[in-house]
């Protein structure tokens, strides 16, 4: 999916091509690493808040076996309220390793942790900063997984992020 978006906008969209960056929160900060390093020259820089490692937690959650065993789990979501995964999802999830694929990026990178975020600790946002290549820059915040509906921190995230890109790219 992400490659489409790419090729369309660099095919119909009146953009410098070398001027493309690629964000990602949680899952899709995971997302954003694979495709930065699955097509190394589309993306010029990198911003990850909160990135996914791609280990499920289990902590609260159901474990891999009862996931198995139940073929699924009901999953409370932001938006959706609870809703059902099957299993399938998690064992796909599972497969990615975030901290194995951002040693092959070479561009600047941005990780942006919460000190209180559940979902993804910002120890785990460390490691994957750790193992990543210069240049990149890690910063925590005082929030948590949802830091969307904290006006506040919105505009640190937002404002870091932005100005993260207007001077890399």
């Keep these: 999916a992400v490659s489409d978006v790419y090729d369309y906008a660099i095919n119909y969209l009146p953009i410098n091509k070398e001027r493309i960056g690629i964000w990602g929160h949680s899952m899709g900060g995971m997302v954003a690493v694979y495709a930065a390093t699955k ?3 589309n993306f010029k820089a990198l911003c990850g808040s909160e990135l996914s490692s791609g280990a499920m937690s289990t902590s609260g959650r159901n474990t891999i076996d009862a ?4 073929n699924g789990a009901k999953v409370d979501t932001e938006i959706f309220g609870t809703i059902w995964l099957p299993a399938d999802y998690f064992l796909d999830r599972m497969q990615y390793k975030t ?4 040693e092959n990026l070479y561009i600047p990178q941005l990780y942006i942790a919460g000190t209180r975020d559940d979902m993804v600790k910002a120890a785990s946002v460390r490691a994957i900063f750790d193992a990543a290549n210069d240049p990149k820059e890690y910063v925590e915040f005082d929030m948590d997984h949802f830091y969307k509906r904290d ?11 932005t100005e993260f890109f207007v001077s890399k790219l």
Excluded: E, R
């Design 151 to 161: 006006s506040n921190a919105l505009k640190k995230v937002n404002g870091l992020t």
């Design 99 to 102: 901290i194995a694929v951002v």
């Design 39 to 41: 097509k190394p020259g």
């Design 67 to 70: 996931w198995k065993d139940k």
